[in-house]
């Protein structure tokens, strides 16, 4: 068995879907597992539904939700033939799903409004990409992931319930490939115990791929992006930038913390637990050798570089000149934990401690009032971080000319610095 998962970007037109099923057409006979996410950049223009309603502009989500319906309703009209009829009355259930609820007033969490209307992202694209599949001679199963994929009720950051839906996969979703080679679902969402819809975080599509690769002790999982495979750098950014055919669990999961869009951060534990390999290939041109990620120690690599935007640094500074010793550590600690913030550097002094953390929602100011009881609180924002792993002298100072240094980190392996404009 294998898992494939298409992003996005692979699945953002009528060209793309089509030759997603050219790729599949190639596997004949294996058992796929074929993970989509919202086509394109929809995620994004279901964010802004679930702004509006929140807002109490209730015309303007419904507006903002008729064009995502008609785009879809286009796409699907094109693309599909005999199965149109069907893929619409499919559609229509999801279309219904979050009109309902654009229709009420807003009672509960900004998040939980945000899981029911931004999932239907998911829903809309596997129902097109299952019904193209079938019309292509591609045989396939589709499955509304929320009957599997159990989470707890932390709306938009869900956590998953691991045994209830290995439970259900062994139960209701492996023996789906008795009925079809190809089953198809969604990445990204779940359900609840209470049967409402949740989100594991944005991207998170890859990591649906990768628990379901665990789950289904899959031989590897392949997920398809529009790059020649993971790079020395973001191309966008760096195209000098060169694909890296070999990279270990542990490199990637590096990357992928510190920012590298390319996978997920947490893609990585439920492969690794499992030693399954991952591969990262070019849906634009699949002769391309992508990149192999394993178990394996890859040594010689580049420098890779890692940006990551909108840090904030937080300088603390105890109150009456007392050690940041254990005591206000912890205490720091428990805060961080409390606002679900992870700091990506931290450096202590006698008196100080450094903290740089994503600047997110408004989880700083949090953070920093209930702080400045222990220390006095700064804040800088609109830094990025950088971090160079097998970095070079002349690769950080090439990087960093022209910026201001705020903090700075090295081990023998590791560069990070964080810098301000
Ligand atoms: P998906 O289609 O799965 O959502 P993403 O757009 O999230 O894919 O991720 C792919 C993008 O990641 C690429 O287009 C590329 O610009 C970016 N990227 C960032 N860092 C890297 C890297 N080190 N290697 C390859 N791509 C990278
Ligand atoms: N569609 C979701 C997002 O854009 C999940 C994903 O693409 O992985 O964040
Ligand atoms: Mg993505």
């Known amino acids: 068995m294998k898992v494939f998962k298409f ?34 950049k929809t995620t994004n223009s279901l964010e802004k539904v679930a702004e509006a309603f929140y807002n109490g502009q209730q015309d303007e989500a419904l507006t903002l939700f008729e064009a995502i319906k008609k785009n879809f309703l286009t796409l699907a009209n094109y693309l599909l033939v005999k ?84 439970e259900k996969i062994n139960t209701a979703f492996i023996p789906l490939f008795d009925v079809s080679d190809i089953v198809i679902t969604q990445g990204f969402i779940g359900a609840t115990a209470e049967n409402e819809s949740s989100t594991l975080g944005r991207e998170g599509s890859d990591y649906s791929a990768a628990v379901f690769a665990n789950m289904l002790q899959a031989s590897e999982l392949t997920i398809w992006k529009d790059v020649a495979g993971v790079m020395s750098a973001d191309p966008r950014e760096f195209p000098q930038a060169t694909a890296i055919p070999h990279l270990s669990y542990e490199e990637v999961i590096e990357m992928a913390y510190y920012g590298a869009q390319v996978i997920h951060p947490k893609t990585i534990k439920p492969l690794q637990n499992k030693n399954i390999p991952l591969q990262v ?57 409390g606002a679900h913030m992870q700091p990506n550097l931290l450096q202590t002094g006698a008196i100080r401690i450094e903290i740089c953390v994503d ?63």
């Open 281 to 337: 290939k070019c849906f634009l041109d699949r002769e391309l050798p992508g990149t192999l990620i394993s178990d394996q120690q890859t040594p010689d690599l580049p420098p890779i570089i890692v940006i990551k935007r909108n840090q904030a640094l937080i300088s603390l500074h105890t109150l009456d000149f007392s050690f940041a010793g254990e005591k206000p550590i912890a205490a720091l600690y428990r805060l961080l934990a």
């Open 83 to 166: 199965g149109y009829n069907d893929a619409y009355a499919q559609a229509l259930d999801i279309f219904t799903e979050v009109e309902w609820l654009l229709h009420d007033r807003p009672v509960r969490s900004f998040d939980y409004y945000y899981d029911q209307i931004v999932c239907s992202g998911e829903l809309l694209s596997s129902i097109v990409v299952s019904a193209y599949f079938n019309e292509a001679g591609i045989r396939n199963t589709w499955v509304d992931v929320r009957d599997i994929l159990r989470t707890d009720n932390r709306f938009r950051d869900a956590s998953i319930d691991w045994l209830f839906t290995q």
């Open 7 to 40: 992003g996005g970007a692979s699945i953002s037109n009528m060209d793309r879907i089509a030759q997603a099923g050219d790729i599949l057409k190639t596997y004949g006979g294996q058992k796929i597992l074929v993970v989509v996410s919202a086509m394109g």
């Open 359 to 421: 600047d997110k929602d408004d989880k700083i100011e949090k953070l920093a009032l209930a702080a400045s009881t222990i220390f006095d609180v700064q804040v800088e924002r609109g830094l990025s971080l950088l971090t160079i792993r097998h970095y070079r002298e002349d690769s950080i100072a090439q990087l960093t000319d022209g910026k201001k240094i705020r903090l700075r980190q090295q081990t023998p392996k590791t560069a990070q610095l964080v810098l301000a404009d």
